[in-house]
């Protein structure tokens, strides 16, 4: 592991602070064990976590959204998920809830939805 990593992994996320601690714990350990996996994939999945703190209101933390109507992205194929993000940042994916999705897309770099797909792939799937 790259001391970037170490240091990816183990920096508090800003909105790691309401929840509570075995929660953020999850998170920072699961970044941990995933990076003396993969480090270069690590690296996407912890800027894809900081870049997710926007995306936590709405999706929940860990990729699980606390709204009922909203989609869980935790687990979900990699590859869909960049698709959704370009399809929502170039306006093509409508809907009555694709707004929200295409206003938040519009500061989204290819990279960013690179390293969000990532991040949100790798979180473990719902039961
Ligand atoms: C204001 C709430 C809100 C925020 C903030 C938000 N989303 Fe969404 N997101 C939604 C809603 C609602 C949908 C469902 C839209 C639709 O019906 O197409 C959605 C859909 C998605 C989808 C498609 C999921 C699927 O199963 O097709 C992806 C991927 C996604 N969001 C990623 C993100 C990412 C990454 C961020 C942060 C950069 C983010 N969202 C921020 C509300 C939000």
Redesign the pocket.
């Known amino acids: 592991m790259s001391p970037t990593n170490r240091t990816a992994a183990t920096r508090t996320p800003d909105w790691a602070g309401p929840l509570p601690a075995s929660l953020s714990a999850c998170v920072v350990l699961g970044l941990a064990a995933f990076g003396l996996a993969a480090p270069a994939a690590a690296d996407d999945a912890a800027s894809g976590l900081a870049?997710?703190a926007?995306?936590a209101?709405?999706?929940g933390p860990l990729g699980l959204s606390p709204?009922p109507?909203?989609?869980n992205?935790a687990g979900?194929n990699r590859l869909?998920?960049e698709y959704?993000?370009r399809l929502?940042r170039s306006g093509e994916?409508r809907?009555?809830?694709?707004g929200?999705?295409y206003t938040?897309?519009q500061a989204?770099s290819d990279a960013?939805i690179a390293e969000?797909?990532t991040y949100?792939a790798d979180l473990p799937r719902p039961d």
């Open positions: 870049k997710s926007i995306c209101s709405c999706h709204v109507t909203y989609p992205l979900q869909y998920l959704a993000l929502y994916r809907g009555d809830q694709a929200m999705m938040v897309a989204l960013d969000l797909a949100y």
